[in-house]
């Protein structure tokens, strides 16, 4: 088994590989129930979650197909082919034209209508004006110094293993710490290992990954394993319990880093489900030049469950308001109080 280089897990990024999507075929028709039928027929065979998203592709094909017809406009054909995607509830999936960009809504409304974060409440009460600023990291200590939190909002901002060495020396006498991922997006997995490295790196196994290999909806690949680093960036790996906060806005290399917790026996996570995102994109061109993409790989995490629509905290605390109207935040409250007690909760 091999090493698997996640690559990029960026929202706006679209990823096209073959000689396919490189150049238009000449010899392809562009007429809109053509174009249509294109797209259709490649979710069709490469897209990996309709079991997962619940999704009868069939069906769907049975409800958009009556809306193409060849004298249409491209604008409305470009919403119809936009909508179709949409069904899949996928947040990799995306479709770009010269004259509009269709991204699937599922981050946007798991973002706004399920955050699990008041930012204003951290900010001022837990970050609080005194806050450090190393590399892309906002922190401080809370509970008298006991804990050290720490809010990172993007894996798309680079870790460096100084800014790792600095946060881990300046809360070495705290019980343990709080890594805030709620409302991250996701970004480069480089950044998932940096993360990692802090702590006891064995070159043990963390999730496995499978390509979609044919047209049949079941085609994949072997698993392949993607394995911790072989030794941490520490002489002593960071052993002490830490608590990892998602939510559903947490997505794509937020929830990969979710599901490689499980290969560590200090970590725990607290908050809501995240928001997915465990399929790796790719994608091509239309016969009309339009751009597509969709997820085409699925990854499984140590325990054999398929995150895909979402990775469940090991402990779920959802903000309560009432709690917020006093300024505090309930979910780092509850993981503070998980550290203090010694990390005595077990994973699940």
Known sequence: MKKINILIFSLVALVFTSCEHAILRENEPKDPVSVFEYLWNKVDQQ???????????????????????????????FRVCGNMLRELKDGHTDLLS?????????????????????????????????????????????????????????????????????????????????????????????????????????????????????????????????????????????????????????????????ICTQAFDNIQLFGDYTGGGLGMPNGGLLPNGWMYRFSVTRSIALDGGNYENGVPPTVRVLLDPAATAQGKDNVIETAADWIQQGGLIAKK
Request: glycine content about 6%; charged content about 20%; hydrophobic content about 35%.
């Open 98 to 258: 010269d004259f509009n960009i269709m991204s699937s809504d599922t981050i946007i409304y798991n973002s706004i209508a399920h955050s699990n974060i008041n930012n204003d409440v951290v900010n001022l009460n837990y970050l609080t004006l005194d806050a450090y600023t190393t590399g892309s990291f906002r922190h401080n200590s809370i509970r008298d110094g006991k804990v050290g939190y720490i809010r990172y909002t993007s894996f798309s901002n680079d870790i460096t293993d100084y800014d790792l060495i600095y946060l881990l020396a300046l809360y070495d006498e705290c019980d343990g710490l709080i890594l805030d991922l709620r409302q991250n997006g996701g970004g480069s997995a480089d950044n998932i290992y940096k993360l990692l490295s802090i702590f006891d790196c064995h070159k043990q196994p963390l999730y496995t990954m499978q390509t979609k290999s044919g047209p049949d909806h079941n085609d994949f690949t072997t698993a392949e394993t993607a394995y911790a680093p072989e030794k941490g960036i520490l002489d002593k790996p960071y052993t002490k319990p830490v608590a990892v906060l998602i939510d559903r806005g947490s997505f794509s290399a937020t929830s990969y880093f979710a």
């Open 47 to 77: 897209y990996v979650f309709f079991d997962i998203k619940g999704v009868n592709w069939d069906s769907v094909h049975t409800v958009y197909r009556a809306q193409v017809y060849n004298e249409m406009t491209g604008d409305s054909l």
